[in-house]
């Protein structure tokens, strides 16, 4: 364990970059080479070849220059819980396999949907992540509209109703894809997710949706589930909950919040209120290892009333038989798509009781800050090549390299691939990439409460250095990708943080 804690150590020390720029064709002859049905010698071997084959690729979240996905750097007390739950490898599941870590999840969810202001009857359980909360939450809303479409017992007995072609979800235009999965899987096909238009700063449009709910009566369909999205992973934006739920309350739709990204203004001190309306939702998706600084995995299903979460009870004789239920034993597994379960709660636990809530919503604080900075850096240079596309909601930024006097589409998209392509090939930067309207656009997503606005700066004059370069090229001999791009100056990963891990 020491040798394992010391090789972690020397890595996250010894490494200066946020990603080594290793190409798959580059890594893969290593892994043909290995046998898995021949050992090796020892362990320090095996340590050895872990180093040689993933530790030193690694991507470093906590890295200044990774900026590409809701990918967050993680306080120490959430990996000291992992140092305790997996050893001790708990699976919450029932009472006698995780005694005292089923009440310190139960107690977490309780916390939370006091947070959330779901009420008495509110519950929940943690997930994998805000997929399967989302899977869960439209689960739980189909199943209560075939309950009320085939009587009761429902499609969990004898699968889905007639006239289940009817049924129908709405989300808005930029809500996460997990939705269209699940509407997938629950055997309704991604065409059963309607899309709402959004307003100019990508948020569902009230008045859009109840016209699209209309449509829907008018033509016989049965919407039974609204998905507002309260951080939308591109734009940051937060849907206009008040309305929708009122929208939703008159007509008697479920609302599912999908507040995987958005979840930790909970703990904002300055932006909690951006969440109004959120108390008033069926269920809550909220993703711990995104604005809770949490390790992966760590997520959360939250429902206002306990007993939708009988949608996905099973009794099985050997496991939680139904006079365990009858008999106040709490076990997990009843409310829970899983069955064996990693212990999860407990690293947001020891956050809790050790950082505590405020500090959370103090980072999540400053990453907003932040990115409302850069974005000003960012609009200072607009009228040279950068384009911001829109106002920072939660902690992205959607822009691109656009010098002025080229306004060819396809130009300016090979220009930007190849700024992405170059910053991570050097390990500059991680920097995402996305398609809004139809245009090629680059994306910071800013989690990283220790990240400066130097930081951000070297990041931006990085890229206008990858983007001039190539330009240039492309006049002298018509669009040849070979560019050679001076090298950054000294990127320092030496930084020391009292609670956040590097
Ligand atoms: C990240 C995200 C999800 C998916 O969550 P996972 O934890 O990656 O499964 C769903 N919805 C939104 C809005 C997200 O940002």
């Not at 946020?18 to 043909?32: A, H, K, R, W, Y």
């Not at 998706?285 to 959360?300: L, R």
């Not at 680059?442 to 606005?453: C, D, E, G, V, Y």
Request: glycine share 8%.
């Amino acid at each position: 364990m020491q040798r394992c804690v010391s090789l972690v150590q020397r890595s996250l020390i010894r490494h200066q970059r946020p990603c080594s720029g290793v190409e798959p064709g580059e890594l893969q002859p290593e892994f043909d080479a290995i046998d898995l049905d021949r050992p090796l010698a020892d362990v320090d071997a095996g340590l050895e070849e872990i180093q040689r084959l993933y530790l030193d690729h690694a991507v470093h979240f906590h890295d200044p220059g990774y900026v590409a996905h809701l990918n967050c750097p993680i306080t120490l007390p959430s990996i000291l819980a992992e140092a305790i739950a997996t050893p001790l490898n708990t699976a919450v599941e029932t009472w006698d396999q995780s005694a005292g870590a089923t009440l310190i999840e139960q107690k977490l969810i309780d916390w939370v949907t006091a947070r959330i202001g779901l009420g008495e009857a509110a519950d929940g359980v943690f997930t994998s992540g805000g997929t399967q909360s989302n899977l869960m939450a439209l689960l739980m809303a189909r199943d209560a509209a075939c309950e009320r479409l085939s009587g009761h017992g429902g499609n969990r007995h004898h699968g889905l109703p007639a006239d289940h072609h009817r049924l129908r979800i709405l989300a808005s235009a930029v809500s996460h894809f997990s939705v269209q999965k699940a509407a997938a899987l629950l055997g309704l096909g991604h065409n059963a997710v309607i899309p709402v238009p959004c307003d100019d700063d990508n948020r569902m449009d009230v008045a859009a949706l109840r016209a699209r709910l209309d449509d829907c009566h008018n033509d016989g369909l049965l919407p039974f589930a609204v998905v507002a999205t309260a951080g939308t992973t591109d734009f940051g934006s937060i849907d206009p909950l008040p309305g929708i739920a009122e929208l939703c309350q008159s007509r008697g739709i479920w609302l599912h919040v999908d507040a995987a990204y958005g979840g930790g203004l909970l703990l904002s001190r300055r932006y909690r209120h951006w969440l109004a309306g959120i108390e008033q939702a069926d269920s809550v998706s909220i993703d711990y290892h995104k604005t809770f600084f949490q390790p992966v995995s760590c997520s959360a299903c939250l429902v206002r009333d306990r007993h939708q979460l009988g949608h996905v009870t099973y009794h099985a004789d050997y496991l939680n038989p139904h006079d365990q239920a009858d008999a106040g034993t709490p076990d997990l597994v009843n409310k829970s798509l899983q069955t064996t379960r990693r212990f999860d709660a407990l690293k947001l636990w020891l956050t809790l009781r050790t950082l505590g809530a405020d500090a959370l919503g103090g980072y999540l604080d400053d990453v907003i800050a932040l990115t409302r900075q850069t974005c000003r850096l960012m609009r200072e240079r607009e009228r040279d090549d950068i384009d911001v596309l829109t106002t920072p909601a939660l902690s992205t930024l959607i822009f691109r390299y656009c010098p002025a006097g080229i306004s060819d589409e396809t130009t300016i998209e090979t220009i930007n691939h190849h700024i992405r392509h170059t910053l991570s090939r050097r390990g500059e930067g991680v920097v995402a990439g996305t398609r809004v309207n139809g245009r090629f656009y680059l994306k910071f997503t800013l989690l990283n409460p220790q990240t400066r606005l130097e930081d951000m700066n070297r990041l931006i004059t990085r890229i206008a250095i990858h983007g001039e370069a190539f330009t240039t090229t492309m006049d002298a001999d018509n669009g040849s990708k070979e560019t050679t791009t001076p090298a950054s100056d000294n990127h320092t990963g030496t930084r020391h943080a009292p609670s956040i891990a590097r």
